[in-house]
């Protein structure tokens, strides 16, 4: 029984560094619930693989070859959510978007705390859309979340929001 344990633990622990070995990826691109299906299949199919057989030639054969899957399956993973056909319902998109979607929303406060300089307004005082953009304004055009969200551009001393729950700001 104990040494069963110890393949369990071998198993997981070499699951785990193999997994870390793998490139990361500089895109923002996710998939949570492929990578949850993953993760379980080194993580605990895997190391319960090396656990389950009697013998402990084939459990240490499958602790041994724990690294080699995890790693092979992060590679993967990477590889198949760029894939041109894989569901955009698995992907996390709004997640991916959430920094250029602050960069637009830092903006849109640039613009309002410089319309409240040059307006005379004050903390509580609201911009309509027409008072920032347009060809005269502070921007042409109103910057648009690049995941789909809404922005609300909101009161002077109130952050911009996006409609998108994943790009709200955690303070
Ligand atoms: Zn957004």
């Not at 406060?109 to 509580?124: P, R």
Request: hydrophobic share 45%.
């Amino acid at each position: 029984m104990t040494s069963r344990l110890i393949r369990l633990a071998v198993a997981l622990v070499l699951a785990w560094a193999g997994a870390a070995m793998a490139p990361r990826h500089a895109c923002r691109l996710s998939s949570p619930s492929l990578f949850m299906v993953i993760s379980g299949v080194c993580f605990v199919l895997v190391p319960l693989l090396a656990f389950w057989p009697r013998t402990g030639r084939t459990g240490w054969m499958i602790a041994a070859l724990a690294p080699l899957i995890a790693f092979g399956s992060m590679l993967f993973y990477v590889e198949i959510i760029h894939w041109e056909l894989f569901p955009t319902s698995l992907l996390n998109v709004a997640g991916a978007y959430a920094n250029p979607c602050r960069a637009n929303r830092k903006q849109i406060e640039m613009a309002k705390t410089q319309w409240a300089a040059d307006e005379n307004k004050t903390v509580g005082d609201m911009p309509t859309d027409t008072d920032l953009f347009g060809a005269d304004r502070y921007f042409r055009v109103k910057p648009s979340c690049p995941g789909g969200g809404t922005y609300t551009v909101g009161r002077v001393g109130e952050p911009t929001r996006c409609s998108l729950k994943q790009h709200v700001d955690q303070p």
